[in-house]
């Protein structure tokens, strides 16, 4: 729990004032006193506080009218607050708790009582804190564990890809070995052959060197980039230094 919690205490009775403050003190808790709605209101931002304790007849207004503006911001709309008043009336009781207030202790009040709904509400607070971390924690490993899993996606892929590279060697390879050879072999005999014979043979060995290329590439393959190949349809990005995207003739 949190033993050293920092409480603001709005009260203007100055003997009220002490005697909270060495209850307070006591329990070692580090306390501010303040006499005035307007004192309060300059010392909230101030520091991070853990529990504010308001009187109800303050000397310059409601201190329930504080209780609300400390709920409407949002750096201490979650925080506790108590209400410490004389005004015992159950309808003032009911509107203290609805204008924002945890709890609403009447004055005179017992000190071991006081000091208990104390802790009450800081044990409160303490247990939502701890939730919050652990809900952060939890987005956290989330976090973590979506990145693994998309690593471990882009792993299997890149292993499937590897398989089905080595499958494409075993089974192209030879063929275009074939294929290349005797291209190129025709285009060293091409006297005499007609140049549009020529130029197709020259088309069949580019094509078939751009194949080989791609071969190889799948076999070292270590990015799975996609490129998109025609609008709304991806593959994987086996392109060569300075080639561009999109379909090849």
């Known amino acids: 729990m949190l033993e050293t919690a920092r409480i603001l205490l709005v009260e ?42 308001l009187d109800r007849i303050l000397p310059d207004g409601d201190g329930t009218d504080l209780c609300q503006e400390l709920r409407r911001n949002p750096a201490t709309q979650a925080l506790p607050i108590i209400i410490i008043t004389g005004r015992d009336r159950p309808e003032d009781r009911v509107e203290g ?4 207030a945890d709890d609403y202790i009447p004055k005179p009040f017992h000190a071991k009582e006081f000091l208990a709904r104390v802790r009450a509400c800081l044990r409160t607070l303490s247990l939502q804190r701890e939730l919050m971390q652990k809900a952060q924690e ?15 996606v882009r792993s299997q892929r890149l292993a499937a890809i590897g398989e089905v590279g080595l499958a494409i060697r075993h ?5 275009l070995g074939t294929v290349l050879g005797y291209t190129e072999l025709l285009l060293t005999q091409a006297e005499g052959v007609p140049e549009d ?6 088309a069949i060995r580019r094509a078939s060197l751009r194949i080989r290329d ?10 799975d980039r996609t490129v998109e190949y025609v609008p709304g349809v991806n593959m994987t990005d086996l392109r060569g230094e300075g080639q561009t995207p999109g379909r090849q003739a």
Do not use: C, M
């Not at 909270?20 to 506080?49: F, H, K, N």
């Not at 939890?138 to 471990?152: F, I, M």
């Not at 014979?197 to 020259?202: T, W």
């Open 97 to 100: 708790l609805v204008r924002g």
């Open 214 to 223: 791609v071969v190889r590439r799948l076999e070292v393959l270590k990015d």
């Open 171 to 175: 089974e192209i390879n030879n063929p």
């Open 197 to 202: 014979v020529q130029r197709k043979l020259e």
């Open 12 to 53: 203007d009775d100055r003997v009220q004032a002490t005697l909270i403050l060495d209850l307070l003190g006591g329990e070692g808790y580090q306390t501010t006193w303040r006499a005035s709605l307007a004192d309060a209101r300059r010392t909230v931002p101030e520091t991070a506080w853990d529990l504010f304790l």
């Open 138 to 152: 939890l987005v956290h490993k989330n976090e973590e564990l979506e990145r693994a899993q998309a690593e471990l």
